[in-house]
T-cell receptor, first 117, second 112 residues
Framework: GAVVSQHPSWVICKSGTSVKIECRSL??????MFWYRQFPKQSLMLMAT?????????EQGVEKDKFLINHASLTLSTLTVTSAHPEDSSFYICSASVFQGGNYGYTFGSGTRLTVV | TQLLEQSPQFLSIQEGENLTVYCNSS?????LQWYRQEPGEGPVLLVTVVTGGEVKKLKRLTFQFGDARKDSSLHITAAQPGDTGLYLC????????????WGAGTKLIIKP
């Protein structure tokens, strides 16, 4: 089945530095990928939708200059948190849409726990 | 704005009891998906219901899609401690750019 590999699983960085999170589709081509942020015990909050070869569409309230999304190929999308602050600490999850059995399904990465100190 | 109301948001019950989680919306979805998420991991798809009125069973879990494709329920029979987790419903659309509309999640704790 469709597998999405997300790395790193966890990362600790200092305030002011940048962190890159990678999301790879291993056995399919992901035309569309979604990036989510999740706070403890809460549901997923969509940050942006990215299509291969075009600029990402950001949700209201998400700073596109702070959360840089690149979807340069059909198998790789990256999220870079620039000039990280402690309030950026969160669980980040990527997802790709896959057309299966006549419907669009969504497969998720395992998530990245970011801690900014 | 499309919304998917999920209830209850928190449920703590004894092993062996039954429970039902509901997701309701005023919007019609092409399909509705149920996920389970463990702490520190991404959501894992349990089931997708597509047809109005559809019922799917996954061992002790029964999923139902409303006739109008606006609501869904998850029923767990004889809950076990291994069922503990965060359950999420999500409504899907008809193209690849359609973002999933997420319920708020139900934190389920099954006490032995």
């Amino acid at each position: 089945g469709a597998v999405v590999s997300q790395h790193p699983s966890w990362v600790i960085c200092k305030s002011g530095t940048s962190v890159k999170i990678e999301c790879r589709s291993l056995d399919f081509q992901a035309t569309t990928m979604f990036w989510y942020r999740q706070f403890p015990k809460q549901s997923l909050m969509l940050m942006a939708t990215s299509n291969e070869g075009s600029k990402a569409t950001y949700e209201q309230g998400v700073e596109k200059d702070k959360f840089l999304i690149n979807h340069a190929s059909l198998t790789l999308s990256t999220l870079t948190v620039t000039s990280a602050h402690p309030e950026d600490s969160s669980f980040y999850i990527c997802s790709a849409s896959v057309f299966q059995g006549g419907n669009y399904g969504y497969t998720f990465g395992s998530g990245t726990r970011l801690t900014v100190v | 704005t499309q919304l998917l109301e999920q209830s209850p948001q928190f449920l703590s019950i004894q092993e062996g009891e039954n429970l039902t989680v509901y997701c309701n919306s005023s919007s019609v979805f092409s399909s509705l998906q149920w996920y389970r998420q463990e702490p520190g991991e991404g959501p894992v798809l349990l089931v997708t219901v597509v047809t109005g009125g559809e019922v799917k069973k996954l061992k002790r879990l029964t999923f139902q899609f409303g006739d109008a494709r606006k609501d869904s329920s998850l029923h767990i029979t004889a809950a076990q401690p291994g069922d503990t987790g965060l359950y999420l419903c999500a409504g899907a659309g008809w193209d690849s750019n359609y973002q999933l509309i997420w319920g708020a999640g139900t934190k389920l704790i099954i006490k032995p």
